[in-house]
């Protein structure tokens, strides 16, 4: 089982930016972000194929957020910029740790390996 773990959460203004790592134990396929508040659901943010050929995100970071990986080091990255308030949330990513045809990637049933999770706080 692929073990995660996230890093780069913090404390910051709204406009600001932040980096979040996902350092991997192993290869992966697709990988995910997904975000949650407290007394709810996780929320897809970005996903990313194996390859990095292609991305997905949600609509409310489409143009703020920016997905990659780096496959030599087994981490995924989530570029944020332009914060908002309601970006607040624990931040996990998420794995693909075997091969499917699914070509779904925001749903949190496609992954099956997830990390702790890590808080990103933006005040107003």
């Known amino acids: 089982q692929v073990q995660l773990v996230e890093s780069g959460g913090g404390l910051v203004q709204a406009g600001a930016s932040l980096r979040l790592s996902c350092v991997a134990s192993?290869?992966?396929?697709?990988m995910a972000w997904f975000r949650q508040i407290p007394g709810a659901e996780r929320d897809f943010v970005a996903a990313?194929?194996?390859?990095?050929?292609?991305?997905f995100y949600a609509d409310s970071v489409k143009g703020r957020f920016t997905i990659s990986r780096d496959n030599a080091k087994n981490t995924l990255y989530l570029q944020m910029s332009s914060l908002k308030p309601e970006d607040t949330a624990v931040y996990s990513c998420a794995a693909r740790s075997q091969f499917t045809w699914s070509t779904t990637y925001s749903r949190t049933r496609e992954y099956d390996a997830w990390g702790q999770g890590t808080q990103v706080t933006v005040s107003s």
């Open positions: 192993g290869s992966t396929y697709a």
């Open positions: 990313i194929s194996r390859s990095g050929g292609s991305t």
